[in-house]
């Protein structure tokens, strides 16, 4: 096991921060403060040392400090059981450069050493908001453990956006969809199958027997695509409809996550706030199993005010569990007593309006 974690951090003209130097020595650290004093911005740009947009899915302009308008940088020193290496991830806006010990490199390799994974308050909501945030929240957890799943899913979304514009545009001529359908055919079954074996694999944890934290099934709700060629067959056998409604209307792009709370057998979406955010918990803890058993990695893990609306049973359970996986974790409130039982386990670290940090 590689028990993976940063041991400095530093951010300059990111957010709020014009220039931040930390230390944590890969130990979990709680993060506390008022309102407004940058927790969540220190969490984001943790966030940019893994592939994508970060935990806030803002663009690179936006994270620019705003008084002065510099490129953005983060850079860390991390450890991955006695090895150091250096990460580097830095914007004008457009793109990002990622540099791995110096070296340029492809923002994908940041995913070779390392696994982030986050909660933000937003997510207690997933059941309650669109298919398309649930389809984003699994497509992220099923590149934790298949890194060419980005990928795939970048692809196939090109695909479409082209097929739609040749559909609005009422294009009927077969011979400009085919190669277009046929490629999305191979990429659509290919992710389809890989959110299948995902689910499957993270099921056999969530459903585990587990003191703690409710025990969730995950499915999807419509049935697997059989393979590239039946696909590839139903596209252009839709295609007439797909033209009268002026976009693709199958594949795994409409498909939609679903979650079967056990104890009560009933669908997430029908229960409460609390057993809602529990059940996110649970697959998030479960994510970071999975990612451990499949990549003998221990997961970094950004919890931003996950305490919220936990009553204080379920939010010490939440902390064993937490120091249980042995992963370094970072997780943030506004009141340093939520976080006491944590006081010999992890570092404490206050931000205030100076933005200077008491530890
Ligand atoms: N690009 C930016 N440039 C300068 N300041 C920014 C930028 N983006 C956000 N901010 C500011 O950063 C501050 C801190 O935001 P952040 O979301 O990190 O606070 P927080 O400590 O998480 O607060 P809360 O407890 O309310 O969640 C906010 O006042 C926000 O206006
Ligand atoms: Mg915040």
Redesign the pocket.
């Known amino acids: 096991m590689s028990l993976v974690g940063i041991d400095k951090l530093k951010v300059n003209n990111f ?2 921060y014009k220039a931040l130097e930390l230390a944590f020595d890969s130990i979990p650290t709680v993060v506390y ?10 969490l ?1 740009a943790i966030s940019l040392l893994y592939p994508g947009k970060g935990i806030r899915r803002s663009s690179f302009q ?6 002065d308008n510099y490129p953005w940088k983060v850079e860390a020193i991390c450890r991955a059981t006695n090895n150091l290496f250096e990460l580097e991830t830095s914007s004008d806006g457009k793109g990002r450069v990622v540099k791995i010990d110096g070296k340029k490199v492809p923002q994908n390799n940041l995913s070779s050493n390392m696994k982030i994974i986050w909660f933000l308050p937003p997510m207690d909501r997933i059941w309650m908001e669109t298919s398309r945030d649930r389809r984003k929240f699994l497509d992220r957890m099923v590149f934790s453990i298949d890194i060419k799943h980005a990928k795939r899913c970048a692809q196939y979304e090109k695909l479409l956006r082209n097929r739609n514009r040749m559909l609005k545009d009422r294009v009927e001529d077969s011979s400009w969809y085919l190669s277009i359908e046929k490629e999305m055919a191979i990429l659509g079954f290919e992710i389809d199958n890989c959110r299948r074996n995902f689910i499957e694999k993270l099921n056999t944890v969530l459903t585990e027997k587990n003191n703690y934290f409710p025990l969730i099934k995950l499915s999807l709700k419509d049935d697997p695509i059989e393979n590239k060629e039946v696909f590839f067959e139903n596209l252009i056998s839709q295609r007439g409809k797909d033209l009268a409604y002026g976009k693709t209307n199958c594949g795994p792009h409409t498909n939609d996550l679903q979650g079967f709370y056990l104890e009560k057998e009933i669908d997430t979406k029908y229960c409460s706030t609390g057993e809602q955010k529990l059940s996110i918990i649970s697959i998030i803890l479960s994510n970071a199993k999975l990612i451990k058993e499949q990549h003998k990695i221990s997961p970094i893990l950004l919890l ?2 996950i305490t919220a609306h936990l009553d204080e049973v379920r939010k010490e359970n939440l902390f064993s569990e937490l120091v249980s996986l042995e992963s370094q974790f970072f997780i ?1 409130g ?1 009141e340093v007593s939520i976080f006491n039982s944590l006081s010999t386990k992890a570092k404490f670290l206050e ?1 205030d309006e100076s933005q200077k940090f008491v530890a």
């Open positions: 957010r709020s403060g008022k309102n407004g004093v940058g927790k969540t911005n220190l984001e936006d994270m620019i400090n705003k008084t931003d005010e943030s506004t931000l």
